[in-house]
């Protein structure tokens, strides 16, 4: 292996190390269920829309076609994170919103597949269940009452961002233990 390379593995295992770390301070500020967490879900949010526009705008450069639909995409998705980050709050609301219409139209397609494949599919009950209880979160997450719609999305972001940081720091020692073992060869 060579000297480039091991170097680059070894920043490699710290990045994961890092970030999820990082992810599961944002689990935990999440997770305490104050305004803070709905601040920083708000914020979060902001961010994944400033590199899904970032995204965007090295998506128009790297294709030919649909240059046009980037670059809208892009502006969107930029003017969406600073909002969001400008206005936590009101774009952790929203997302709330988003999040109910989404259940609301996920859990009514699975129900739909489950009846309509009922004849050909054994276990067709398990999509109706699922579809129904998608019904039942939507409709949480959906109704005004603003601390229960918070509690969902609370639970939900701060427990993905607890997973994701677990995994990005088993990755960590993986990428460092499979290092040291091409080192080693």
Same mark, same amino acid.
């Given at each position: 292996m060579s000297s480039r390379a091991r170097s680059a593995a070894g920043i490699t295992w710290w990045l994961f190390l890092v970030t999820g770390v990082l992810? %599961?301070?944002?689990?935990?500020? &999440? %997770?305490? /269920?104050? +305004?803070? =967490? &709905?601040a920083s879900v708000g914020v979060l949010l902001g961010v994944v829309l %400033?590199?899904? !526009?970032?995204?965007?705008? $090295?998506?128009?450069?790297?294709?030919? =076609?649909?240059?046009? /639909?980037?670059?809208? %995409?892009? &502006? $969107?998705?930029? !003017?969406? !994170?600073?909002?969001? +980050?400008?206005?936590? @709050?009101? *774009? /952790?609301?929203?997302? *709330? =919103? @988003? $999040?109910g219409f989404l259940l609301l139209l996920k859990g009514t397609l699975d129900i739909t597949v489950a009846v309509a494949t009922k004849d050909v599919n054994d276990l067709w009950w398990m999509g109706l269940v699922v579809g129904i209880l998608e019904l039942l979160l939507a409709f949480w997450a959906s109704q005004q009452f603003f601390a229960p719609r918070a509690a969902l999305i609370l639970l939900w972001v701060g427990f993905a961002a607890m997973f994701r940081g677990i995994t990005e720091i088993f990755l960590a020692f993986e990428v460092r233990r499979a290092t040291k073992e091409m080192v080693a060869a």
């Open positions: 992810w %599961l301070l944002i689990s935990l500020v &999440v %997770l305490r /269920f104050n +305004i803070t =967490s &709905v %400033l590199m899904a !526009g970032v995204n965007e705008f $090295l998506d128009m450069g790297a294709q030919e =076609s649909w240059k046009w /639909f980037h670059a809208i %995409l892009g &502006v $969107l998705f930029i !003017g969406g !994170g600073i909002w969001a +980050i400008a206005h936590p @709050i009101g *774009a /952790f609301y929203e997302l *709330a =919103s @988003i $999040l």
